[in-house]
């Protein structure tokens, strides 16, 4: 069974109202059914994943981010492979402030269960390391066929061979804006960080898989000083364009 804070965090919702699950946060869950169970009141975690997200946008782009209301042991994995990257991370009681004012550098990537790296940010390390200074290595032992976006970052002008479960990532100067699309959903992500990093506008379509996962992402950025609108496209519906200002 997946291990992350919010599969412990879910048994423990279930189990505040009457459910029998055990296990949770092991390889092993082992639930027990209950004749019914009853209402409640549950103040649910902070999304590791989504914070994760604007971290490495930080990274991308660079710049300066508080990302608040977070779990900082939670991000460990994260914040860890950031630093690799040269990327400043400093950790407060619930907050993280990240900064990033030098050159990205290389960094091997595996994703595993928790409290390894997250599958979940394979996409967005993936989008950031094509901005890194050397040779990268992603490795994906979680989940088959999650390097879809990579033809997609390709339009962009970034330089990645994937063989099998790996991804070599050659890093390059800069990426530019293109016509893309979100495959799913934390390959929309990195779609978005790839395009506030790029040069001149991007526009990515399917933006719906985005927005499943990620509420308000288009303010959020718009707020941190990101060059981001959500447009609607008669034929396809909404669309996100994206560009460095």
């Excluded at 209950?34 to 994760?52: K, M, N, R």
């Excluded at 990240?98 to 595993?112: E, F, I, M, P, S």
């Excluded at 288009?218 to 034929?235: F, H, T």
Aim: negative net charge.
């Amino acid at each position: 069974a997946a291990k992350e804070p919010h599969i412990v965090d879910l048994a423990n919702f279930l189990n505040s109202m009457g459910a029998n699950i055990r296990g949770a946060g092991t390889d092993t869950i082992k639930i027990r059914g209950v004749d019914h169970l009853t209402g409640g009141s549950y103040a649910i975690i902070p999304d590791q994943i989504e914070a994760g997200t604007y971290m490495a946008a930080v990274a991308a782009t660079g710049g300066q981010v508080l990302v608040k209301n977070i779990i900082p042991k939670h991000m460990d994995c994260i914040t860890a492979k950031l630093q690799e990257c040269g990327v400043e991370v400093e950790e407060r009681e619930d907050t993280l402030l990240v900064r990033r004012t030098g050159k990205l550098q290389k960094a091997n990537v595996k994703t595993l269960p928790y409290p390894g790296f997250p599958t979940d940010m394979q996409p967005q390390i993936t989008a950031v390391l094509c901005l890194a200074e050397g040779t990268s290595l992603v490795t994906e032992s979680v989940w088959n066929s999650r390097y879809q976006y990579v033809d997609e970052l390709k339009r962009m002008g970034a330089h990645i061979q994937v063989d099998d479960k790996t991804a070599v990532v050659e890093g390059v100067d800069h990426l530019t804006g293109a016509p893309i699309q979100a495959c799913d959903l934390r390959a929309g992500a990195a779609m978005v960080i790839a395009a506030l990093a790029a040069q001149g506008q991007s526009e990515i379509s399917c933006v719906q898989y985005i927005e499943r996962g990620y509420e308000d992402i288009v303010e959020k950025l718009r707020a941190l000083g990101a060059d981001i609108r959500s447009v609607e496209d008669p034929c396809e519906g909404a669309e996100l364009e994206a560009h460095i200002s």
